[in-house]
Every structure is written in structure tokens, then in C-alpha cells.
């Protein structure tokens, strides 16, 4: 036990403490940019003035900012019920057994976005496929088409056909769900990018640029099969190459979750 002042502050209170500022790190970060906080702030405004009534001796605004609070427990539950049920849903999809699965979900994702950019190849229907890790680009799947569907290989053709209204942009898959359509994403100022690449391919070395993110992009005027990561971009792949790219980034981000390699891709013209 380590003495401070009249306290007595152990390993056991230190675990304790880590535990709960973790907890409320995360809880931060989870209601962070939405409603929630607002109305976190908003009662810990109340529980504040209530405080300072208590000290000032105002006992009718104590008694009536007690009543506020005596039902907070009920208020909490009604105000945070969307980022609660939210919560809720990710620890179900985030269980061990899940885990333990996700290579052969992996694996599956995989052949249906290979099966999928093959016929958009050679029908020359332009696409825009974004993995994303678990927690990223939530700001871009905010702002498009939210869909939460299996990825099926069927789906992401019907998507990008130029007579759908989410043909524009991107799709992005997380956690081996296309979880948004018709994002768009930042537009590369990268120089060094040819001037053969149009808006699509740009969009794609966007992203990447500052997001660890892997990009496989079909071209609508070629049906040449690019991918784009860490602000690289690698044009003229054959389908068994991307296959490959495809089990080294997005089967390593759902084994390790760790990012891409720091080696950028070097820029082709094939």
C-alpha cells in the first residue's frame, strides 16, 4: 500500500482506476460526434448547478433539480437508446466465436469481390470497392447510403450499374459486411498520379492517403483492375494478382488487425 495523505492507495485501487479510465476513454470515444454527447454535457451541466444550489442553500432548486435527477437513471436509457441498442448490436458481432471465423468469413468476401470485379471487368462497369477497418471512415459511411448487407457478389454488380442511383462512389465493406454505397471519398492532389487516371482512381489513392485502407477499382473506360493503399496506386492487375493483394491486406487486417505494410505501392501505367 502506498500512503497518500490520509489514503491508502494500493495495486488493487491503481488496476481500479486504470480500469475505470479506460472504460471512459472508450465510452468517449464510442458517443464522440453524436447527439450523446450533447446530452452527456447536458446532464453533467444539471448535476453541476445542483452542486452549487446544494453548497448556495437554494433549497426549492435543490429539491426540484433532485426531482430531475432522481428519474436521470430512466432519462439516460430513453435519451441514449439509439447508441445503446448500437452498442449492444457491435458486441454481438464482435463475440470469440466471430473471431475465431473470421478467416473463413474472410475468405468468403474475398471470392465474392473477385468474382464481382472479374465481370465488371470485362463488361467495363466502373467500381469503387473500399475495405475499411473496424473503426474507420465512419465520417464517409455517415454521409452515404447506409445497406449493413452480406457481401454477395450479385449485390456490389447491381450496385455499380450505371442505371442504379448508387452507382456513384464507393462502397465500403467493414467487418465483412458492405456496411454503405455511393460514398464519396477525398480527391488525390498527388502529382505524380498520370493524367490516364481519371476521378475514380484519384478518389481511390485519396482515401488511402489517410486512411489504412485497401481500394480495388475497376475502370469504366478500360476495365483495367487497379487497387490503391498507403497513398499508392497499382494499375493492370490480373484477376490471380489482386486475388493475392487481396489475401495479404484484407486477410491480415481480419487475422492481426494490424495495417497495411509502410512500403507504398509504386504508381504504374499499365
Not at 68 to 83: C, K, R, T
Not at 112 to 133: C, H, P, R, W
Not at 178 to 189: E, G, H, K, N, T
Request: some cysteine; proline content about 2%; glycine content about 8%.
Amino acid at each position: 500500500m502506498i500512503p497518500i495523505g490520509f489514503l491508502d492507495f494500493g495495486l488493487k485501487d491503481l488496476l481500479e482506476t486504470l480500469v475505470i479510465a479506460l472504460v471512459l476513454f472508450y465510452l468517449y470515444r464510442w458517443i464522440r460526434g453524436t447527439f450523446a454527447i450533447q446530452a452527456a454535457l447536458g446532464l453533467l451541466f444539471i448535476i453541476v448547478i445542483n452542486a452549487v444550489v446544494s453548497l448556495l442553500g437554494f433549497t426549492t432548486l435543490n429539491f426540484m433539480l433532485r426531482s430531475v435527477l432522481d428519474v436521470g437513471v430512466l432519462a439516460v436509457f430513453i435519451i441514449f437508446q439509439p447508441e445503446i441498442r448500437k452498442l449492444l448490436y457491435s458486441l454481438g458481432q464482435n463475440t470469440t466465436f466471430d473471431r475465431l471465423m473470421g478467416r473463413t468469413g474472410s475468405e468468403s468476401v474475398i471470392e465474392e469481390v473477385i468474382t464481382a470485379v472479374k465481370n465488371m471487368a470485362q463488361t467495363k462497369t466502373g467500381a469503387l470497392i473500399v475495405f475499411a477497418k473496424s473503426s474507420s471512415l465512419q465520417d464517409l459511411v455517415d454521409v452515404g447510403i447506409r445497406l449493413d448487407a452480406k457481401v454477395n457478389s450479385e449485390l456490389i454488380q447491381t450496385i455499380f450499374q450505371k442505371d442504379t442511383p448508387l452507382h456513384d462512389g464507393a462502397i465500403v465493406i467493414r467487418n465483412n459486411r458492405i456496411v454503405a454505397a455511393s460514398c464519396y471519398l477525398p480527391i488525390s492532389q498527388n502529382p505524380n498520379i498520370s493524367s490516364v487516371f481519371g476521378t475514380r482512381h484519384r478518389a481511390a489513392v485519396g482515401v488511402s492517403e489517410t486512411n489504412n485502407v485497401f481500394v480495388v477499382i475497376v475502370s469504366e473506360e478500360t476495365g483495367r483492375i487497379s487497387i490503391a493503399k498507403n497513398g499508392g496506386l497499382t494499375s493492370g492487375l490480373s484477376i490471380q494478382k489482386l486475388r493475392l493483394e487481396m489475401e495479404k491486406a484484407v486477410g491480415e487486417e481480419k487475422e492481426e488487425d494490424v495495417g497495411f505494410s509502410s512500403e507504398k505501392a509504386e504508381l504504374e501505367m499499365n
